[in-house]
Nanobody
Framework: QVQLVESGGGLAQPGGSLRLSCEAS????????MGWFRQAPGKEREFVAA????????PYADSVEGRFTISRDSAKNAVFLRMNSLKPEDTAVYYC?????????????????????WGQGTQVTVSA
């Protein structure tokens, strides 16, 4: 049974930082590209960042480019999202996702429907 478990969310001040983690189990981690998506109240779930199987390809949404960094650790079966210079508009539930069918296509890694497995999400709130 595949499980993706996010952690690290919470309350941060504007300009602050948070680091999200997603631990994967029940799958061969090296065969999966991983992604982070987010959903704010009343809005659709949107792409944030992704990382290919090898880690060589890391597309980002324009809204987070230069502020967020995605990484993966195969020894820990985990993917991380370092979020710096946080803004109130970053407030959302952040979801981790995994896809086996996409290797490195940056276009397809941005697409929600390409992902096979999803975590339950972790809340990030950015407020003074």
């Amino acid at each position: 049974q595949v499980q993706l478990v996010e952690s690290g969310g919470g309350l941060a001040q504007p300009g602050g930082s948070l680091r999200l983690s997603c631990e994967a189990s029940g799958l061969t981690f090296s065969r999966y590209a991983m992604g982070w998506f987010r959903q704010a109240p009343g809005k659709e779930r949107e792409f944030v960042a992704a990382i290919s199987r090898s880690g060589a390809s890391t597309p980002y949404a324009d809204s987070v480019e230069g502020r967020f960094t995605i990484s993966r650790d195969s020894a820990k079966n985990a993917v991380f999202l370092r979020m710096n210079s946080l803004k109130p508009e970053d407030t959302a539930v952040y979801y981790c996702a995994a896809t086996e069918r996409v290797r490195y296509s940056t276009g397809r890694l941005r697409m929600r429907d390409e992902y096979d497995y999803w975590g339950q999400g972790t809340q990030v709130t950015v407020s003074a």
